[in-house]
């Protein structure tokens, strides 16, 4: 047992050498790089990876080893050769697993970071205003225009906001408008389009923000690339 705190409460030497050997041990470098190349493969518009930390940290810390480095006049080391590696290897291909252009209906509870197992329900409801969702689409070999629609329940028309977050100079949002008609009928909401947002092989980044509060459900995402 390794406390984080107190002042007379801190790791034993023999625990701070055993976390400071694994941080430098050389079978750590593949660990990382596969880490580091499976987010990769989701694309380039998927934003950035913070590692903690680029530089120096302690080697002996109770709170945790954390930097490339241990001593900035030792510049390689089993964790810097792995992010090396990774940084200057071309970018591999998309993963497989995401949704590929076109998908006439994209499940809405396949946003990015949904929980596994699925839980909720089969569709997005009791949302917030500005709850938002991410949905990350891999591309074919045809880009083009980008055409989206939302299948929403609602008892009236209301507002719907989606934007292609993965264009350069970031999209202009597009509020779309659902159909007025009862809960548990799904509907197409008027249709946003997105022109020149496909590129062939790229992956799309599309977000969905709530602008009501409850006043809908929504159980899928038409994509079409025109």
């Keep these: 047992m390794c406390p984080y705190s107190g002042p007379n409460k801190g790791c034993s030497p023999a625990n701070l050498m055993a976390r400071a050997n694994a941080s430098i041990d ?38 945790g080893v954390y930097g490339l480095l241990y001593d900035m006049t030792v510049p390689a080391t089993a964790k810097s050769r792995a992010v090396d590696a990774v940084r200057l290897a071309p970018r591999p291909p998309p993963a497989v697993e995401l949704p590929v252009l076109p998908c006439p209906f994209l499940n809405a509870t396949d946003y990015a970071g949904h929980p596994l197992p699925p839980h909720g329900g089969p569709c997005l409801e009791y949302m917030g205003v500005n709850a938002t969702f ?11 225009d980008l055409r989206v629609t939302v299948m929403a329940s609602a008892v009236k028309e209301l507002p719907v906001e989606v934007s292609i977050t ?21 509907a197409a909401t008027t249709t946003a389009t997105f022109p020149g947002a496909v590129q062939a092989g790229d992956v799309l980044t599309i977000r969905l923000r ?7 459900s929504i159980s899928s995402l038409a994509l079409e690339v025109m």
């Design 210 to 216: 709530i602008l009501v509060d409850h006043g809908y």
């Design 26 to 63: 050389a079978r750590l470098t593949p660990i990382i790089e596969d880490y580091l190349r499976n987010w990769a493969a989701w694309g380039p518009h998927v934003g950035p990876l913070n590692y903690f930390v680029a530089g120096a940290t302690p080697l002996l810390d109770k709170y």
């Design 166 to 186: 993965s264009m350069p100079g970031s999209a202009a949002a597009v509020n779309v408008t659902t159909a007025a008609g009862s809960w548990g009928v799904f």
């Design 134 to 144: 991410l949905y990350l689409v891999r591309a074919g070999a045809r880009g083009g």
